[in-house]
């Protein structure tokens, strides 16, 4: 069967290190370019499909479960053509072929798809159990080598992109239980994942694909590697502080789009304080089984008991509780040759009036508006569902 969220025809959205600080100066060129240079990632990731789409893609599937290969395929070309940045369609004809054992075929499409977008593309190559019966045949191969080489390309340049967490849709919203007789356990639905925003090519890329549970992150030092955290439930206690559970730390190399083995914190967590440090990052938990202070190394290994973190990574850290992660510091990026911006968290008015957690990007050195100077007023990440520097609040 095709993977649960590709039957339901939901796009899994394409695809959001940040340059050392540079001083306030005038410019008169737009910034960033007012022309975006060329490169990976999509314009606006976070958009639904075209309903024309989805309706083209709902009715492919149909097909498809009927065994009607050819009549399927052309209701996913469909799809595609009604809406190019919808690449649900694009693993569908991967896996119609694969099911025909037209396996060149069904490679040329995965590779297809793997060259716009390795995250979350290669995930679901690899678990989509359409595609099971490719693994073992020789063409296999070639879809190894196309994931590396798309792994290197997707992770160039990330070092002058701004990192951030933004959600791909509306969150569950968590139920009162202010009534509850002991401790209730809530699955979290954040939809949340780690995105970099270039502001050379004013696009995004996604980073991570881990079923939108990621809640917190921080880049190391030298801006190759981020320690991303995910959590999986919400555990409310009338009697004491709620706390996260399935908590788990992972390390993904950026150059190389490679996440080391993940880390998990056993038990649950009240308190996550993390910050970069000279050799990766510093970790300070505090939960039911596990408390203290940690270093992790950013070329993986297990954390290992470390002193109290100096008075710079405490200013630096990222702290993440049951509600969330607070707004991060407003931080400096370059947008290329005499562009220099400032990302800091903002809001957006919804309907209800509370507004949603976004991030605006304001130039350094501010003046009043001109024909070259574009984004003398703040410019605005496309996310309408919440997006934060460091992470969300939860809901």
């Given at each position: 069967?095709?993977?649960?969220?590709?039957?339901?025809?939901?796009?899994?959205?394409?695809?959001?290190?940040?340059?050392?600080?540079?001083?306030?100066?005038?410019?008169?060129?737009?910034?960033?370019?007012?022309?975006?240079?060329?490169?990976?990632?999509?314009?606006?990731?976070?958009?639904?499909?075209?309903?024309?789409?989805?309706?083209?893609?709902?009715?492919?599937?149909?097909?498809?479960?009927?065994?009607?290969?050819?009549?399927?395929?052309?209701?996913?070309?469909?799809?595609?053509?009604?809406?190019?940045?919808?690449?649900?369609?694009?693993?569908?004809?991967?896996?119609?072929?694969?099911?025909?054992?037209?396996?060149?075929?069904?490679?040329?499409?995965?590779?297809?798809?793997?060259?716009?977008?390795?995250?979350?593309?290669?995930?679901?190559?690899?678990?989509?159990?359409d595609l099971g019966a490719l693994k073992v045949q020789p063409q296999m191969a070639d879809v190894k080598r196309a994931m590396a080489e798309d792994a290197r390309?997707?992770?160039?340049?990330l070092e002058n992109d701004l990192l951030f967490i933004a959600r791909l849709r509306e969150p569950l919203k968590l139920p009162p239980t202010a009534d509850a007789d002991g401790p209730v356990v809530l699955?979290?639905?954040?939809?949340?994942?780690?995105?970099?925003?270039?502001?050379?090519?004013?696009?995004?890329?996604?980073?991570?694909?881990?079923?939108?549970?990621?809640?917190?992150?921080?880049?190391?030092?030298?801006?190759?590697?981020?320690?991303?955290?995910?959590?999986?439930?919400?555990?409310?206690?009338?009697?004491?502080?709620?706390?996260?559970?399935?908590?788990?730390?992972?390390?993904?190399?950026?150059?190389?789009?490679?996440?080391?083995?993940?880390?998990?914190?056993?038990?649950?967590?009240?308190?996550?304080?993390?910050?970069?440090?000279?050799?990766?990052?510093?970790?300070?938990?505090?939960?039911?089984?596990?408390?203290?202070?940690?270093?992790?190394?950013?070329?993986?290994?297990?954390?290992?008991?470390?002193?109290?973190?100096?008075?710079?990574?405490?200013?630096?850290?990222?702290?993440?509780?049951?509600?969330?992660?607070?707004?991060?510091?407003?931080?400096?990026?370059?947008?290329?040759?005499?562009?220099?911006?400032?990302?800091?968290?903002?809001?957006?008015?919804?309907?209800?009036?509370?507004?949603?957690?976004?991030?605006?990007?304001?130039?350094?050195?501010?003046?009043?508006?001109?024909?070259?100077?574009?984004?003398?007023?703040?410019?605005?990440?496309?996310?309408?569902?919440?997006?934060?520097?460091?992470?969300?609040?939860?809901?």
């Amino acid at each position: 069967m095709l993977p649960a969220r590709i039957q339901r025809g939901a796009a899994i959205w394409l695809t959001a290190t940040i340059a050392v600080a540079a001083p306030a100066q005038a410019y008169d060129a737009a910034c960033p370019p007012a022309t975006p240079a060329a490169g990976p990632g999509s314009v606006d990731p976070f958009r639904a499909p075209a309903p024309e789409a989805t309706s083209f893609n709902a009715a492919a599937l149909t097909l498809y479960r009927q065994g009607h290969w050819d009549e399927a395929r052309a209701k996913y070309r469909a799809a595609e053509q009604a809406d190019a940045d919808f690449l649900a369609p694009a693993l569908n004809v991967a896996c119609s072929f694969v099911r025909q054992e037209r396996f060149g075929e069904a490679t040329t499409e995965v590779i297809r798809l793997l060259d716009r977008a390795y995250v979350p593309w290669a995930r679901e190559v690899l678990t989509a159990a359409d595609l099971g019966a490719l693994k073992v045949q020789p063409q296999m191969a070639d879809v190894k080598r196309a994931m590396a080489e798309d792994a290197r390309r997707w992770g160039t340049g990330l070092e002058n992109d701004l990192l951030f967490i933004a959600r791909l849709r509306e969150p569950l919203k968590l139920p009162p239980t202010a009534d509850a007789d002991g401790p209730v356990v809530l699955v979290l639905g954040l939809h949340q994942e780690v995105f970099a925003w270039s502001p050379a090519t004013d696009r995004y890329r996604q980073l991570t694909a881990e079923d939108g549970h990621v809640v917190a992150k921080v880049s190391s030092p030298d801006r190759r590697h981020l320690m991303y955290v995910t959590a999986e439930k919400l555990v409310r206690n009338p009697k004491g502080p709620a706390t996260l559970r399935g908590v788990v730390l992972h390390v993904l190399m950026l150059p190389l789009m490679t996440v080391g083995k993940p880390i998990p914190i056993a038990g649950d967590v009240s308190r996550l304080a993390i910050a970069p440090s000279p050799a990766g990052f510093s970790v300070e938990i505090a939960g039911d089984r596990i408390n203290g202070t940690f270093a992790q190394a950013s070329d993986g290994g297990p954390l290992v008991p470390m002193r109290a973190p100096d008075e710079r990574q405490r200013k630096e850290r990222v702290v993440l509780t049951a509600a969330g992660v607070a707004a991060g510091a407003p931080r400096a990026l370059t947008g290329g040759e005499g562009c220099y911006l400032t990302a800091r968290p903002s809001r957006n008015t919804d309907r209800s009036g509370q507004g949603i957690a976004t991030i605006e990007l304001v130039p350094a050195g501010k003046r009043a508006p001109s024909a070259t100077n574009a984004l003398a007023a703040p410019k605005t990440l496309r996310t309408r569902f919440g997006a934060g520097l460091d992470g969300l609040s939860i809901p």
